[in-house]
């Protein structure tokens, strides 16, 4: 019985050295735009991380102060269609590695016309659509990612009448893993287990 239980200290003991030695992945945020730092425009394409891709349509910079203002509090944001007919599709500059990710966004009505508004996200492989209602509020969607290949986030509003869903606030995190301490824990409470389990076999 001594035996056993020195069997199962010495278990605990290498599962947690084992743990330890590995790095834990901690969430950590690899983009972030809250667009407040762009300059007012219809038809826009000057973003500091964003490309509108050639020959998709257009997107429109807004919000305060005072210019197409639809959502006022939030700064500036992008209405997902622009002026000309034909919206385009929002993609970040940077590309991104296969991977999980929390995806955080906001994502308005367009507050104009009665028609909804559908949105497409995609990030490497991963891809959901999103309908928006003209009088949906500015609202926060959370998304747990996977992607199994590398490849840039995109927003696409379908349909080109102008008014399109607005888009604010834009952050990628990447999926924290489990905690060193959960997994000792875990180790310890399975070693405990099997030790208990072999005492009554031997009752
Ligand atoms: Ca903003
Ligand atoms: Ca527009
Ligand atoms: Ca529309």
């Not at 490309?51 to 209405?79: S, W």
């Not at 009505?109 to 490497?124: H, P």
């Amino acid at each position: 019985m001594v035996k056993l239980i020195r069997l199962a200290v010495l278990g605990c003991a290498a599962i947690a050295g084992l743990a330890a030695s590995q790095n834990s992945a901690q969430a950590a945020v690899v983009f972030s735009d809250t667009f407040d730092g762009e300059t007012l425009g219809l038809n826009y394409n000057s973003f500091a991380n964003w490309d509108v891709v050639p020959n998709t349509g257009t997107v429109d910079l807004i919000g305060a102060p005072g210019f197409f203002d639809l959502y006022p509090g939030n700064g500036r944001y992008v209405d997902l269609d622009g002026s000309t007919n034909d919206a385009g599709v929002l993609e970040t500059k940077a590309s991104f590695a296969a991977g999980s990710y929390v995806l955080s966004f906001e994502l308005g009505g367009n507050r104009r016309f009665g028609s909804s508004d559908g949105v497409t996200v995609k990030l490497g492989n991963f891809t959901q659509s999103f309908t928006l209602n003209p009088l949906d509020p500015l609202s926060l969607i959370v998304l747990n990612v996977t992607t199994s290949i590398a490849g840039k986030l995109s927003f696409e509003n379908t349909g080109g009448d102008q008014a399109g869903a607005i888009l604010d606030d834009v952050t990628l995190e990447t999926a924290a893993v489990p905690e060193p301490s959960t997994l000792v824990l875990a180790s310890m409470g399975l070693v405990i287990g099997m030790v208990a389990r072999r005492r009554r076999n031997q009752a």
